[in-house]
C-alpha cells in the first residue's frame, strides 16, 4: 500500500498566542477528568481546492505570507486538453490559495464537474513541472517521479505540510519539511522498511518571490540522511509548534509512534533534539526497539495535529491505520504526549470509484478566519477513474462542533 502517513499542518506561528476574546464560547467538552471528546454539530461539503490545470493527490495545507495558504500535494501532473491527466508525473507540488478580504473562502461554481461538486476554490503557483522538494543524484533524478531504470520508484512523497518555525519580522518564513527516501517497487511494496529520511528547508522572502504572485518558495536539502536507515523519521508523521517549541511524530514500518522535540531555531541541529522516553524527555536518540517510547497519539493513520483554542486541547484528526475506509476520526490530549483519547468517529464521506478510494485524511486549521471559531475544515483524497484514467480531487469539508 502507499506510505500514506503524514499529516498536520501548523497554522499558527510560534511566537502566535491567541488572546481569548471577550466572550469565550461556554464549552462542555472536558469528561474523563482531563479528555477533550469533541462532537459534530453540523457538516457541510464544499468541494475540491484545485489548481485547474493540474491533478494531484493528498494536498496538505499550512498558513503562509499576507493571509495565504501554502499547500503541498503529492505526485502531479499536467492536465490535457480533455481535462484528463499526462505525463510525466513530477512527486510534489505546491500552491497558493487566497481569502476573500473578510477571511471567508472565495468558492467559485464548478465548470465541469463530473462529481456534481458544490464549488471550488482555486489554487495558483509556478511549478515550472519540477518536484516541490527536489530529487537528489542517488534518486533517479534523470526525471521528476524519481523513476528507476528497474521500475523501481524513489517515492519522496510528503507525508506533512511544511512546518513553520520563524516567521521573522520583514515577513521572511523559515519553515522545514521531514521526508522518508522511499524506495518502492511497482506495487507499492517497500524495498526498505525503515529508510534514511531528508530534511528539506522552505524558504520564503517577501522581496524575492513576492507577497501575492505565483512564485514558490525556495526548497533546499539541509542534510539527506537527517535521519538514518533504520531509525524513526521524526517530523515525517506529524509536527505541531507551540510556544517556540516544535514536537515531532514519527511512525516506524511496525506502527510504533514516537516523540520529539527541539526549539524552532535549532531544528537543523540534531544534538538539540530531545525524545520522550519512560515518561520524560531525554536526548539519548531511541533505536527503533528501545523500550518506552511508544506514545498512543492518532489512530495509526495519515491526519493533522492541530493545537484547538476553544478546547485548550491538542488535536489529531485523521485516517485509521492504513486504510482507504471514507471516515475521519478524532482523538485529543492536554499535551503532545498524551494522554491521547481513544479515537472517535466524526464524519463518513463519499469514496471515489477507483481503488484508492478515500485516503490521505487531513485537517487544516488555518482556513478558520480566528483560532477561536469552533470549526474545523477537512479534506481527503478522492480516487475516481474516468475514461480509464486515475483522477484524484481534494474536497474540502467544514464541521462545526457542539
Ligand atoms: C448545517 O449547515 C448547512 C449549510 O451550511 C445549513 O444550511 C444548515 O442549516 C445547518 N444545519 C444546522 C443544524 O445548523
Ligand atoms: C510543463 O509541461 C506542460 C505539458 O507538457 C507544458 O505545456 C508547459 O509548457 C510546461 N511548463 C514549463 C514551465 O516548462
Ligand atoms: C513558553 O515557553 C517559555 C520559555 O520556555 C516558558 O517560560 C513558558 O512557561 C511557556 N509557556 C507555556 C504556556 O507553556
Ligand atoms: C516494533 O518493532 C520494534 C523493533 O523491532 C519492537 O521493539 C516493537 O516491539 C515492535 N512493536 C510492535 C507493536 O510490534
Ligand atoms: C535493538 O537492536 C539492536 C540491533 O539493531 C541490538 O543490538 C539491541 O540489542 C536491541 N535492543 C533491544 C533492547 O532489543
Ligand atoms: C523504560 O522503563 C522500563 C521499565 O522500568 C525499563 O525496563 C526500560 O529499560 C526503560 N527504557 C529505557 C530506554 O530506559
Ligand atoms: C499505550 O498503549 C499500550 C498498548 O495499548 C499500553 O500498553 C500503554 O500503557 C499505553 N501507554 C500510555 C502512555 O497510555
Ligand atoms: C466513476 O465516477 C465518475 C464520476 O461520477 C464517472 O464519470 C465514472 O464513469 C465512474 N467510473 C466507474 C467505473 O464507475
Known sequence: MLQWLFALSTALPSSFSAPAPATVPALTLRENGDAVIPKVKNTTLYGPVTDPSLVRDSCG??????????????????????????????????????????????????????????SE????????????????????????????????????????????????????????????????????????????????????????????????????????????????????????????????????SNGTISLAKVGVNDVEDRSKYQYWVNNSWTSTVPALNTSGIQVNATYGGQGTFYYSYPWQSYVWIGQQGHTVDPDFWITTAPEPYGPWTTPTHILSVQAGNYSLGAYSMQAHPALVSSPWTNEIYVSYTKNDIVQNKNLYTQPLIKIEWE
Open 121 to 252: 476554490w482555486i489554487m495558483y503557483g509556478n511549478n515550472q513541472n519540477r518536484s516541490f522538494y527536489p530529487i537528489q543524484y542517488d534518486e533517479c533524478n534523470s526525471n521528476q517521479a524519481g523513476q528507476c531504470g528497474d521500475m523501481s520508484r524513489y517515492a519522496l512523497w510528503p507525508d506533512y505540510p511544511p512546518m513553520v518555525s520563524v516567521i521573522n519580522a520583514d515577513g521572511s518564513i523559515l519553515a522545514y519539511t521531514w521526508i522518508k527516501k522511499s524506495h518502492i517497487t511497482p506495487d507499492l511494496s517497500s524495498l526498505v522498511a525503515d529508510p534514511a529520511a531528508t530534511l528539506y528547508r522552505v524558504w520564503y522572502q517577501p522581496e524575492v518571490e513576492g507577497t501575492s504572485g505565483p512564485t514558490l518558495p525556495e526548497v533546499e536539502v539541509v542534510q539527506e540522511q537527517f535521519w538514518p536507515q533504520n531509525s524513526f523519521a521524526y517530523g515525517d508523521y506529524g509536527n505541531i509548534v507551540r510556544n517556540g517549541t516544535a514536537y515531532l511524530y514519527a511512525q516506524s
Open 61 to 118: 495545507s499550512v498558513g503562509w505570507n499576507a493571509g495565504r495558504v501554502l499547500w503541498v500535494c503529492r505526485d502531479t501532473q499536467n492536465l490535457g486538453t480533455d481535462g484528463l491527466p499526462t505525463f510525466p508525473v513530477y512527486t510534489s507540488s505546491a500552491s497558493y490559495t487566497d481569502f476573500n478580504s473578510d477571511g471567508s473562502i472565495p468558492w467559485q461554481s464548478v465548470p465541469t464537474n463530473p462529481f456534481n461538486y458544490m
